[in-house]
C-alpha cells in the first residue's frame, strides 16, 4: 500500500490531494483481514502507507492517538496527514467567511443543468469499455435489427451507491436508453435475472408476457403423468440450465416441474 499511494498516486502521478479511507476501512485490517492484532498497529500502518483521512472516528481517533503517545507514529506522519487535508480545506474556502468564499456564491440552480448533463454523458461514454463487438453489432441499426434482449437486474434501473444523493435530473437506464435508441423499430424484451440468498434465480411472471405452460411432478426425473398442469405462474425458482425447476408452494412444499 505504501508504494501504491506514495510512490506511484503522490510521486509518478503528482497527485496533491488527500486519500481518504472507506468507511471503516482501516478497522478491517483487525477484524476481517486479520493482517494486525490492535487498532494502534491498524493506525500506524493506515496513516505510514499514506492514509490522510479515515471515514469514521474509529482508528483515526482514540488508537492513532494512542499509536503516538506509544511512538509508533511519529509527528511527520501526522503532519503529513494534516497537511493533505487542511491544504484541501483551504482550498475550499472553509476557513473563510462566507464572503470571501466564492463557491457560495454558486446557485443551487446549476446542479443538474444543461452543461452538467452534458459532461457526465461525455464521462459515461469514455468510462465505457468495449470487450468485443463481434459481427460489428455496435453501433445499434435499427435497419438490420429485428428484436433486442436485455438482460440483468440492473438494466432495467439505475442503481446508486450509497453516498448517491436524489438526481434532480431524471436518470436513464440503460434497459430506457436501448428502448429509446431502437424507437419501435425494435422490438426490446427485458428479462431481469434476481439472485436469491440459496442461489437459484428468481424469473417473475412479467418475463413471460404471453405465459408460461407449466407440468408438475412428484419425482425429480420428471416422470410419470405431472399431478398439476397450469398455463401460468407466478414465481419461478429455477436452477441452472439442463436442470428441472423447483417450484415452491406457500407451505414451502417442493415440487419439480418442467417449462415449457
Not at 502521478?13 to 492484532?37: E, M, T
Not at 482508528?59 to 506509544?70: P, R
Not at 443543468?113 to 454523458?121: M, R, T, V, Y
Request: net charge neutral; hydrophobic share 40%; proline share 5%.
Amino acid at each position: 500500500m505504501p508504494w501504491l499511494l506514495q510512490k506511484v498516486l503522490r510521486q509518478d502521478w503528482g497527485f496533491q490531494g488527500y486519500v481518504v479511507s472507506d468507511c471503516g476501512g482501516p478497522s478491517l485490517l483487525v477484524n476481517a483481514h486479520k493482517y494486525v492484532k490492535t487498532k494502534e498497529a491498524a493506525a500506524t500502518l493506515s496513516i505510514q502507507a499514506g492514509l490522510d483521512l479515515e471515514c469514521g472516528d474509529d482508528v483515526y481517533d482514540e488508537y492513532l492517538l494512542n499509536a503516538y503517545k506509544q511512538y509508533m507514529v511519529s509527528d511527520a506522519d501526522i503532519d503529513s496527514a494534516a497537511y493533505h487535508v487542511l491544504t484541501a480545506r483551504m482550498k475550499l474556502g472553509l476557513f473563510d467567511g462566507t464572503e470571501r468564499n466564492p463557491y457560495t456564491k454558486i446557485s443551487p440552480s446549476v446542479i443538474g443543468s444543461k452543461e452538467h448533463q452534458q459532461i457526465a454523458l461525455d464521462a459515461a461514454r469514455e468510462c465505457i469499455v468495449l470487450l468485443k463487438n463481434k459481427n460489428n453489432m455496435l453501433p445499434l441499426n435499427v435497419n438490420k435489427v429485428k428484436s433486442i434482449a436485455v438482460v440483468g437486474i440492473n438494466a432495467g434501473k439505475c442503481e446508486f451507491g450509497d453516498y448517491s444523493g436524489a438526481p434532480v435530473v431524471d436518470p436513464v437506464s440503460i434497459l430506457q436508453g436501448i428502448k429509446d435508441r431502437a424507437s419501435d423499430q425494435v422490438k426490446v424484451v427485458y428479462a431481469p435475472r434476481k439472485s436469491a440468498a440459496d442461489g437459484l434465480e428468481l424469473i417473475q411472471g412479467e418475463n413471460f408476457p404471453e405465459g408460461l405452460k407449466a407440468e408438475y411432478f412428484e419425482n425429480t426425473a420428471l416422470e410419470g403423468t405431472p399431478k398439476v398442469r397450469k398455463k401460468k405462474v407466478g414465481l419461478i425458482l429455477s436452477l441452472p440450465i439442463r436442470r428441472p425447476i423447483l417450484f415452491f408452494l406457500n407451505l414451502r412444499f417442493p415440487f419439480v416441474g418442467r417449462e415449457s
